[in-house]
């Protein structure tokens, strides 16, 4: 069975910096989606960032361009999510989510992810 583990989430002050990481075990496909969710108390879950694992294309959700950043060091390695510039609304339980893919690119939709993580808090304070 599939498991993803999130870590790293905490408390920070806005501008502030976090990383999430996400270890997967027993997914071992080699064509796959990685993805970061997100869902605050109150609002819709919100896709914040997608890696494929063949050629590492990323795509993010507006909110967070140019402060998150989506890696994985190669497929044996855990997905992460560094999180710069953090402001107050970032504030959310964040979630691992994982596909099979075998097209070029990664959605953002959650409902096209079979594997989830328990989730990791992040609240950041102004």
């Known amino acids: 069975q599939v498991q993803l583990v999130e870590s790293g989430g905490g408390s920070v002050q806005a501008g502030g910096s976090l990383r999430l990481s996400c270890a997967a075990s027993r997914f071992a496909y080699s064509s796959a989606c990685l993805a970061w969710f997100r869902q605050a108390p109150g609002k819709e879950r919100e896709g914040v960032a997608v890696?494929?694992?063949?050629?590492?294309?990323?795509d993010y959700a507006d909110s967070v361009k140019g402060r998150f950043t989506i890696s994985q060091d190669n497929a044996k390695n855990p997905v992460y999510l560094h999180m710069n510039s953090l402001k107050p609304e970032d504030t959310a339980m964040y979630y691992c989510?994982?596909?099979?893919?075998?097209?070029?690119?990664?959605?953002?939709?959650?409902?096209?992810?079979?594997?989830w993580g328990q989730g990791t808090q992040v609240t950041v304070s102004s």
């Open positions: 890696i494929h694992t063949v050629g590492g294309a990323t």
């Open positions: 989510a994982a596909t099979i893919q075998y097209g070029a690119s990664c959605p953002r939709r959650g409902t096209d992810y079979v594997y």
